[in-house]
Nanobody, 121 residues
């Protein structure tokens, strides 16, 4: 089994910062794409930022440089540093990773349980 455990969400005032963490654990051979999505009430889940299979990073256009994605390969962990937060960033943030497990030749997508980020004064 593979687990993605997220942490770091919470309530923050507009203009503030939060850092989300996502740690993958289990019978992991390799992790390919890994990153963050978010879903606001009444909206579809959307990409925030993710590492691609080629090692580069995709960021959503709406971020405009406010968020930074980083990764610790040895810990199977990704971080999302969120600065200059706005009320419209309020959403549940989900970690996603494409993982190849021990004994399984194909990688599969896994999701974390989500962490709430609320930006409000």
């Amino acid at each position: 089994q593979v687990q993605l455990v997220e942490s770091g969400g919470g309530l923050v005032q507009p203009g503030g910062s939060l850092r989300l963490s996502c740690a993958a654990s289990g019978s992991i051979v390799s992790i390919n794409r890994m990153g963050w999505y978010r879903q606001a009430p009444g909206k579809q889940r959307e990409l925030v930022a993710a590492f691609t299979s080629g090692g580069s990073t995709n960021y959503a256009d709406f971020l405009k440089g406010r968020f930074t994605l980083s990764r610790e390969y040895t810990k199977n962990t990704v971080y999302l540093q969120m600065n200059s937060l706005k009320p419209e960033d309020t959403a549940v943030y989900y970690c996603n990773a494409f993982v190849r497990r021990v004994g399984v030749p194909t990688e599969y997508s896994h999701w974390g349980q989500g962490t709430q980020v609320t930006v409000s004064s």
